[in-house]
């Protein structure tokens, strides 16, 4: 009977067991992740904080499949994912996350419809179908009418909107965005968070790195990492 | 599915190079012109083996050509007054050389005489060619009136001559005068036929019919004209006995050309002292073109291939130098997913779509040169389908070569660095 109750938990989209990063530089080794112990549940908003160089990007990039533990456990929807290969975890990056970056990282060649289709030219929609998916997530984040711009035309929180367009484009499980407003000044800043927390309401699950304590209050839970730890976990 | 994605790499991959339209264009050069070269230097190549060849060809791959030579003079003797000087190929060779050899099938005796001849009020020199009717056989040219030589002229030593078109046109002689008299020397010849010459020789070998040539049975050479001929220079006469100047001998079949040109010699040699004849034979002669021909082309390849390979490195380089510059591009798409392989088809691609345009417009140079080679310098270029094909297949191949190491460097950039990147 019990495991019934436990079936009705939130289910868990990431789990680390004892994850540890070590970087060699020489002979000397950094430990930017020492020893998480954390499980993100589905439907979840985070932010994760910390001083800088307290290993948050690096978890980031751990949780993003971008980046591979030295040590401990990756479980990703229940399936251990440490030992994947390259294409494979490219495929979860494709059809299961979405990034959201500090320095937007458009393609600056690209237009902004061409920049949002991306995931999903990758995932070998047609053309048509993905045109119109990429107008139809540009007017959700209100740049219907800055299609055929090209990104260097748009603004910093114009360009943020099209990236959250893009990270959204293949309707992944989670949503990684790591100090997404880092280079926006406070009213824009204040712009992204709502437009976060609206996909959050929406059923999103974000986890989100940021120095900023009033942005943190967006998220319904707080994680605070301290050379490589967890220091607490505040949740709401 | 695979099909239509592919058509999309193709088409951002002419979108990225479109971006930089001149740098494309500066790096497009080097196979532009290694491509355009070696089109123009196929076809000028092609077009001057195909006029050798075509010459060869024209003398008949079949035939021997055995020609009188006068020998090398021993001593002073040559400048008396009554010395004749004996020499060449005589009636018996010609008969010997039909005797001896079953694989002969044609075999020509020709006499040439240089002699005036007379209609009405014209005057020409021309070479009259005492000669049978094979000649007609083995040096087939149009005949545009009238008829040639036949068996039963030689036979009655008939007085008939048949003239070339240019020398009848010289001459003003039209198809009516057909039947007509005309003199050559003292003596009177009837007109029986007109044939098409060929014009401007120049090449490896001299073919045997001239412009100017008045053909007439052998048997009537030899009884009006005789075999002495005087040749004045300044202060003396020299007199020469020449049977017959040349003798054309066809073999039925072209492996037996070259041994029958061989036992003729060894034949000839037996029966003359002195080197007073030379064989020719155009089947040695096409084969040896075929040969410089295929060392042409050979060097041709060479320089090509050094002209190409610099072009791919050219590609090469703006290739590297374009994945370091957008090393934060490929960081991205890695993150949003894409593959490794993926990222190396585009790069590959880019790099095949620059050495194709430019191979595309190496073809365009390379096929005009050869146009204006022709317009100016008056020489044959001839391009074939191989000329267009290869430097084409090639310009793809190279793209595929010098693009693979870019594309492979694109595919092992780390997407953190690359994200971290400035
Ligand atoms: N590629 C690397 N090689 C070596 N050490 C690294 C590397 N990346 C990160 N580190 C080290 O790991 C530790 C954690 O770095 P990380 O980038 O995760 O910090 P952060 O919390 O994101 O800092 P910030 O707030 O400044 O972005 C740091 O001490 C850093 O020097
Ligand atoms: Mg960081």
């Given at each position: ?236 | ?203 490896a070998m001299q073919i045997p019919d001239r412009e100017i040539d008045a053909y007439i049975p052998i048997t009537t050479a030899r009884s009006y004209f005789g075999d002495v001929v005087i040749k004045r220079t300044a202060g003396s006469r020299l007199r020469e006995k020449v049977e ?96 490794r392989k993926q990222i190396i088809i585009q790069f590959l691609i880019e790099a095949v779509v620059l050495s194709s345009a430019g191979g595309i417009l190496g073809l365009a140079v390379g096929m005009a040169i050869p146009f204006f080679i022709t317009w100016f310098a008056k020489m ?43």
């Amino acid at each position: 009977m019990e495991a019934v109750v436990t079936d009705t938990r939130p289910e868990t989209v990431i789990r680390l067991e004892n994850a540890g990063k070590v970087y060699a530089m020489g002979n000397q080794q950094v430990a930017a992740l020492d020893g998480i112990d954390v499980a993100f549940e589905k439907g979840g908003f985070w932010a994760v904080m910390g001083s800088s160089g307290s290993g948050k990007s690096t978890l980031m990039n751990v949780i993003g499949c971008l980046d591979r533990l030295t040590s401990g456990r990756y479980l990703f929807q229940g399936t251990d994912i440490s030992a994947y290969d390259d294409d494979a975890l490219s495929d979860i990056r494709l059809r299961h996350l979405g990034f959201i970056f500090q320095s937007f990282n458009l393609i600056p060649q690209l237009t902004v419809q061409r920049n949002i289709e991306l995931p999903l030219y990758y995932l070998g929609w047609d053309k048509e179908k993905s045109q119109a998916h990429a107008r139809h997530l540009a007017s959700m984040v209100g740049l219907d009418t800055r299609l055929t711009h090209r990104p260097s035309e748009l603004s910093g929180g114009q360009m943020q909107r099209v990236a959250i367009a893009r990270a959204l484009a293949a309707d992944p499980d989670l949503i990684l965005a790591d100090e997404p407003t880092g280079n926006l000044d406070t009213r824009t800043s204040h712009q992204i968070m709502a437009l976060l927390t609206s996909l959050h309401q929406g059923g999103k699950t974000i986890i989100m790195v940021t120095h900023e304590h009033d942005l943190a209050e967006y998220a319904r839970n707080r994680l605070y990492m301290t050379d490589g730890r967890i220091d607490r976990i505040e949740k709401r | 599915m695979k099909q239509i994605k592919f058509s999309r790499e193709l088409a951002s991959g002419i979108q990225t190079l479109l971006l930089h339209k001149l740098r494309s264009f500066l790096t497009m050069l080097g196979v532009v012109f290694g491509v355009g070269s070696v089109v123009a230097m196929l076809a000028v190549g092609e077009g001057a083996s195909k006029d050798a060849l075509e010459q060869i060809r024209k003398l008949g791959s079949h035939n021997i050509l055995i020609s009188s030579i006068k020998p090398v003079e021993e001593g002073a003797t040559g400048t008396t007054p009554s010395f004749m000087s004996i020499y060449g190929l005589t009636y018996l060779d010609h008969d010997r050389i039909q005797e001896s050899f079953s694989s002969v099938r044609k075999n020509v005796p020709v006499k040439l005489i240089r002699k005036e001849a007379r209609l009405g009020e014209r005057a020409l020199e021309l070479r009259v060619v005492g000669t049978s009717h094979q000649w007609f056989e083995v040096i087939p040219r149009p005949v545009l009136g009238g008829r040639t030589l036949m068996p039963g002229d030689l036979a009655d030593k008939s007085p008939v001559v048949v003239l070339t078109e240019f020398g009848a046109r010289k001459l003003l002689a039209t198809r009516h005068t057909i039947g007509q008299i005309i003199r050559l020397g003292v003596d009177s010849f009837t007109v029986i036929g007109i044939v098409k010459n060929e014009t401007g020789s120049s090449g490896a070998m001299q073919i045997p019919d001239r412009e100017i040539d008045a053909y007439i049975p052998i048997t009537t050479a030899r009884s009006y004209f005789g075999d002495v001929v005087i040749k004045r220079t300044a202060g003396s006469r020299l007199r020469e006995k020449v049977e017959l100047n040349q003798i054309i001998v066809q073999v039925g079949s072209l492996d037996r050309v070259e041994p029958a040109a061989q036992a003729v010699e060894r034949m000839l040699t037996l029966f003359h002292q002195k080197k007073d004849f030379q064989i020719q034979v155009p089947l040695a002669l096409l084969r040896q073109a075929e040969a410089t021909k295929r060392t042409f082309n050979i060097v041709l390849g060479a320089i090509a291939g050094i002209s190409l390979l610099v072009g791919g490195i050219g590609i090469m380089n703006i290739m590297l130098a374009s994945v370091t510059e957008r090393t934060r591009e490929i960081g991205v798409r890695r993150a949003i997913g894409a593959k490794r392989k993926q990222i190396i088809i585009q790069f590959l691609i880019e790099a095949v779509v620059l050495s194709s345009a430019g191979g595309i417009l190496g073809l365009a140079v390379g096929m005009a040169i050869p146009f204006f080679i022709t317009w100016f310098a008056k020489m044959p270029t001839v391009i074939t389908p191989l000329g267009i094909l290869l430097p084409l297949f090639v310009s793809l191949g190279i793209g595929i070569v010098f693009g693979l190491y870019p594309a492979a460097r694109a595919a092992r950039v780390d997407p953190i660095i690359a994200l971290r990147h400035e």
